[in-house]
């Protein structure tokens, strides 16, 4: 049962413009998102999050857009640079008891071209 | 600020052979993860403890899968016997907060192969 979906596996954009880049989830619990970003070779680094009580994060050239009804939520990268080529997760955190725990999708490779 | 330490970075091994990972969190972290990271899927959580006490091992195949968190910091991971679907990235992670929306920090992962 996957509660987190990334439905598109790669996108690639022109430098400069805008990268979206999309995420829905089944599970209504999660009050909390997150997006990672990975390089190869490397382990995810936290790029941005998100509140579930909110519906707009901003910070620097990224903003995480969050549609609660739809449960959908977007990353926007503006403008895109090569050096976001990069997989992009995004994540959520539900509540387990004292603990907190992330259900991570599947990924988004986003390729910024010249 | 040192980041999460692991090793060894690569490690291949035959089916049914034994192998362990190793953790070294952030200094001052409570929170400690094991993910599996299978080629083209997500993290998945293995196990997460709060300082050397299991929070959440729901998803750690018990009958082959262990892992200690020995005085609260360092963690080991074991695999035995290995099979040929345990061939994945192993990331550790770790986080200072039990709290909402807690960022967590990885480590580079260990990427194991079973032949």
């Known amino acids: 049962d996957q509660q987190v979906k990334q439905n598109s596996p790669s996108l690639s954009v022109q430098e400069g413009r805008i990268s979206i880049l999309n995420c829905d989830y089944t599970?209504?619990?999660?009050?909390?998102f997150l997006w990672y970003k990975k390089y190869p070779a490397e382990g995810p680094t936290f790029l941005i999050s998100i509140s579930s009580i909110k519906d707009k994060n901003e910070d620097g050239r990224f903003t995480v857009f969050l549609n609660k009804s739809a449960k959908h939520l977007s990353l926007h990268i503006v403008p895109s640079q090569p050096g976001d080529s990069a997989v992009y997760f995004c994540?959520?955190?539900?509540?387990?008891?004292?603990?907190?725990?992330?259900?991570f999708g599947t990924g988004t490779r986003l390729q910024v071209t010249l | 600020e040192a980041g999460v330490a692991q090793s060894p970075r690569y490690k291949i091994i035959e089916k049914r052979q034994s192998v362990a990972f190793w953790c070294n969190p952030i200094s001052g972290h409570a929170t400690l993860y094991w993910y599996q990271q299978i080629l083209g899927q997500g993290p998945k959580l293995l196990i997460q403890f709060q300082n050397n006490g299991v929070v959440d091992d729901s998803q750690l195949p018990k009958d082959r899968f262990s892992a200690e968190r020995l005085k609260g910091v360092d963690s080991t991971l074991k695999i035995q016997p290995a099979k040929l679907e345990d061939s994945a990235v192993y990331l550790c992670?770790?986080?200072?907060?039990?709290?909402?929306?807690?960022?967590?920090?990885f480590g580079s992962g260990t990427q194991l192969s079973v032949l």
């Open positions: 994540a959520a955190s539900a509540r387990i008891g004292t603990a907190s725990k992330l259900t």
């Open positions: 599970n209504s619990m999660f009050d909390y």
């Open positions: 992670a770790s986080s200072l907060y039990r709290g909402r929306g807690e960022k967590l920090f």
